[in-house]
C-alpha cells in the first residue's frame, strides 16, 4: 500500500512540476501581451505530463496478459499531432502579414517539456524551460551587429475606439519611433486589428514598446 502511494504521489508530482513550468513560460508570453498565456501554457504541460505518464505506466496491468502488446509511445505520438491544430489556430494570417509563429513554436515546445517531465526527465524538462525562457529574453532584445535604427512591424489586437490608433501613432512619435505605414483589419462590431510598419531609434527595443502600449487598456494582445 505504502508503495502504491509513493508510485502515484510521484506521477502527480511529475504533473504538477511540468504544470509550474508552463505556468512559467506562460506569464513570460502573458507579460508580452501574446495571445497564448499563463493559462494555456499551463493546461499544455500539465496535459502533456499527464499523457505520457498515462501512457507509460497506465497500462501495467494488462502487459502480463497473453496475446496483449503495447505500445508505450502510442499516446505520447498522438500528442505530439494533436498540438497541431492549437498551433494553427494560433498563428494568424491576414493577407501578406502573418503573426503568432513565435507563441505557436512556443506551446510546441511547452508540449515537449511536459512530456519529458511526465517521462521521468526532470533535469530535461526544467533545463529547457530555462533555456526557453533565456531565448525569449534575449531575442527580445535588440541585438544587432550595429546599433543602429531596426526597422519592424508591430501588431495591435484591440478593442475599438474613436481614436484609439490615431492616440498611438501620437505617442510612438514622440518617443521617435517612425511609423511608415498602418493597415486596418475590422474583425466585428468590437475588435479591430492594426499593423504598424515601424522604424525604431538607436537602442529601443520590444520591452520599450510593450511599456508604451501597456497605457491602452484597450489592446487585448501585442505581437512585435
Not at 70 to 94: C, K, P, Q, T
Not at 189 to 198: A, P
Request: with cysteine; glycine share 8%; net charge positive.
Amino acid at each position: 500500500m505504502k508503495e502504491f502511494a509513493f508510485t502515484q504521489s510521484d506521477y502527480l508530482l511529475r504533473v504538477l512540476v511540468a504544470a509550474l513550468c508552463g505556468l512559467v513560460i506562460g506569464y513570460e508570453r502573458e507579460a508580452r501581451m501574446k495571445l497564448a498565456g499563463i493559462r494555456t501554457h499551463t493546461i499544455i504541460a500539465m496535459a502533456a505530463s499527464l499523457m505520457v505518464v498515462v501512457s507509460k505506466y497506465g497500462f501495467f496491468d494488462v502487459i502480463t496478459v497473453d496475446s496483449v502488446s503495447v505500445d508505450a509511445s502510442r499516446v505520447a505520438a498522438s500528442v505530439v499531432s494533436g498540438i497541431g491544430f492549437l498551433g494553427a489556430g494560433i498563428i494568424l494570417n491576414h493577407k501578406n502579414s502573418i503573426s503568432g509563429i513565435t507563441t505557436s513554436a512556443g506551446t510546441w515546445a511547452t508540449l515537449g517539456i511536459g512530456m519529458a517531465i511526465g517521462a521521468g526527465m526532470w533535469v530535461l524538462g526544467i533545463g529547457s524551460t530555462v533555456m526557453l525562457l533565456a531565448l525569449q529574453f534575449l531575442f527580445h532584445r535588440n541585438l544587432r551587429i550595429f546599433n543602429g535604427s531596426n526597422a519592424g512591424r508591430i501588431l495591435l489586437h484591440m478593442r475599438k475606439g474613436a481614436d484609439t490608433r490615431e492616440r498611438i501613432i501620437s505617442t510612438l512619435t514622440k518617443m521617435n519611433i517612425q511609423v511608415v505605414s498602418t493597415h486596418l483589419n475590422i474583425y466585428d462590431n468590437s475588435f479591430i486589428e492594426v499593423s504598424l510598419s515601424v522604424v525604431f531609434p538607436k537602442g529601443f527595443s520590444a520591452e520599450n514598446t510593450m511599456t508604451l502600449m501597456a497605457n491602452y487598456p484597450e489592446i487585448a494582445s501585442i505581437d512585435i
